[in-house]
């Protein structure tokens, strides 16, 4: 068990429609990183929060948005649903904003976009 | 552009044998790091590598890494079923900007290997 936990672990929906994912990072880490995991992109780093700021932002859609509350969790809220944003997205976690940093991972959640 | 390319994209190992799978990358870094992920699984974290010529070693893994060349390898020795996995290598890029420095995690594609008795 990384510490890190994500939430649903399987969302089904249709096209057009909106859903949050949601993510608790481990205790004491003030980084929080999205990925998105899909068959024919890998593992694509979208967006990362410290401490409640965007730090780093990566190849994510303007559909697609997240955020870090003062507690820490963040969420990212994706719109306008596509069959193609089908995909594992994966949040992970570290101590600090910036490297050498090991990436502590959730478990994902499936999304799935009919 | 930031680009990280793993190969091959598929190994098929008989148990017992040696095998090494390579990552290469676009600019310049001295941060590197090897995940595996299981099948359905998350991903778990094996090596961090720092500076050139770094090498780790675990069980019967093993990681190096040569910046210069911009080239990170992963041995594998006497391979077990246990193996059996999906191997990544990711790059930690500085991208200087107005304002600062940010990093940039910018995983490989990702090697699947399957062990066979």
């Known amino acids: 068990d990384s510490g890190v936990t994500q939430t649903p672990k399987h969302l089904i929906t249709a096209t057009g429609q909106r859903v949050t994912l949601r993510c608790s990072p481990r205790?004491?880490?003030?980084?929080v990183y999205w990925y998105q995991q899909s068959l024919d992109q890998g593992l694509q780093f979208l967006i990362q929060y410290y401490n409640g700021e965007e730090r780093a932002k990566g190849n994510i859609l303007e559909r697609f948005s997240a955020q870090q509350f003062p507690d820490l969790h963040s969420e990212l809220n994706l719109s306008s649903l596509e069959l193609g944003d089908s995909a594992l997205y994966f949040c992970a976690s570290s101590v600090g904003s910036s490297g050498p940093w090991r990436l502590f991972f959730g478990s994902g959640t499936q999304l799935s976009v009919l | 552009e930031l680009k990280v390319e793993q190969n091959p994209l598929f190994l098929s190992m008989q148990e017992g044998k040696n095998y090494t799978i390579y990552c290469n990358y676009s600019?310049?870094?001295?941060?590197l790091y090897w995940y595996r992920q299981d099948p359905g699984k998350s991903l778990e974290s094996l090596f961090v590598l720092l500076s050139n010529g770094a090498v780790k070693q675990e069980g019967r893994l093993m990681a190096s890494l040569d910046t210069k060349a911009r080239l990170s390898t992963l041995h594998i020795t006497a391979a077990v079923h246990d193996l059996s996995a999906t191997y990544f290598c990711a790059v930690d890029f500085l991208l200087r900007n107005y304002g600062g420095a940010t990093n940039k995690l910018i995983f490989g594609t990702g090697t699947l290997l399957a062990v066979q008795p």
């Open positions: 205790s004491g880490d003030l980084s």
């Open positions: 600019t310049t870094s001295d941060r």
